[in-house]
């Protein structure tokens, strides 16, 4: 995709490489209380969960109760970063989120959404709408969502996009700017030169990090690096890359969080939709330790053959998750 090139020796010893600089510092990093595990947000200043809540995800349970309950008990044991999208399910995941935040809850939580929005005019309605859906005055941190073609970032920073989130900001409605993508680690990479050319800093930057990303159109190898030089904060998400690892048998579940939460990753966010994954969740912070250098390399020889062939981060290699491309209206 976009002329992007796999060199899977290179990207194989870089993500060696990367695990072995960061992991052990990580670990120090973090703050652990209760079953959580807390890490810094970039520069932000802002202390956050190192596992967050999908909100793609709480849209799964068939009744609405289940899924308040289920954020409720996460954010009860400490979860307090929420993840979410003004697109998900047509905005029924923001409506159940912004319900379970009722009653003291939205005051426990970093909250974030992410709009899709290319024009100035249907970003700042995006914007209304989904605080309007969750029930709050302001969301924590508001992310470009699916920056996936290489015009992306140009439309972010020449169509209005930016000024809208500027003056979002100014009007308390958001506090944090980030942008989001699972295409190519070339399209992030066009969004970091022209933030720079432009003089903008953004708090986030969220991508997949997973297992097989680490030899495949890698994040982890390209992006990361950067990420953690200019201090955003590094946002993993697909850590079982769509459920393929577990559902294929390429990795555990465990295996999988252990993994993005031993990148330089702030937040590594992952779907709950029934006890079984949040207990999961709350099992590899709890008894989070790195992967030694050796067990990495060992893991990267296990998964390669599944990696190199690409078919199983098919939100890299197909259209299937490019929801604005499905869907161009969403862009205004």
């Known amino acids: 995709m976009l002329g992007s090139t796999d060199i899977p020796r290179r990207e194989f010893l ?4 990367l695990a072995a ?17 807390y890490r810094q947000l970039g ?45 998900y399910m047509d905005g029924k995941c923001e409506v159940w989120m912004g319900k379970a935040l009722r009653d003291g809850y939205r005051q426990k939580v970093f909250l974030m959404t992410k ?7 249907s970003t700042a309605k995006q914007i209304d709408e989904s605080l309007a859906r969750l029930q709050t005055d302001h969301v924590d941190l508001m992310q470009f969502h699916e920056n996936i073609r290489l015009e992306d970032p140009d439309r972010f920073f020449n ?35 022209m933030a720079e050319a432009h003089h903008f800093h953004f708090d986030t930057a969220q991508m997949p990090l997973n297992i ?36 294929k048998g390429i990795a ?3 295996e999988c969080l252990r993994y993005a939460l031993g990148l330089p990753t ?43 062939s690409g078919k199983y981060e098919m939100f890299k290699t197909t259209a299937e998750a490019d929801g604005t491309s499905r869907n161009p209206q969403w862009m205004g």
């Open 14 to 17: 870089g993500a060696v490489s």
């Open 43 to 87: 520069r932000t200043g802002e202390r956050v969960s190192a596992i967050g809540l999908g909100g793609y995800h709480i849209g799964v349970p068939a009744d609405e109760q289940e899924s308040i309950r289920l954020i409720r008990s996460a954010i009860d044991r400490g979860i307090n970063f929420l993840d979410n999208s003004w697109d």
């Open 252 to 254: 555990t579940g465990p």
């Open 212 to 247: 097989l990303d680490a030899q495949f159109r890698s994040f982890a190898h390209q992006v990361v690096p950067k990420l953690v030089e200019q201090k955003i904060g590094v946002l993993g998400m697909k850590p079982m890359a769509a459920g393929s690892l577990p559902q």
């Open 159 to 193: 169509d209005g996009v930016v000024d809208a989130l500027l003056e979002a900001k100014k009007a308390g409605k958001i506090r944090y700017i980030g942008f989001t993508g699972h295409k190519d680690p070339v399209v992030h990479l066009r969004m970091l030169e």
């Open 266 to 308: 702030s937040v590594v966010i992952t779907g709950i939709t029934d006890q079984k994954t949040l207990d999961q969740a709350f099992q590899a912070a709890s008894t989070f330790q790195p992967f030694t250098q050796a067990e990495f390399s060992a893991l990267l020889v296990r998964t390669r053959e599944a990696a190199l």
């Open 115 to 121: 709009f899709d929005g290319r024009t100035k005019a």
């Open 21 to 37: 600089l960061v992991s052990g510092h990580m670990a120090a990093a973090d703050e652990r209380s209760g079953e959580m595990i």
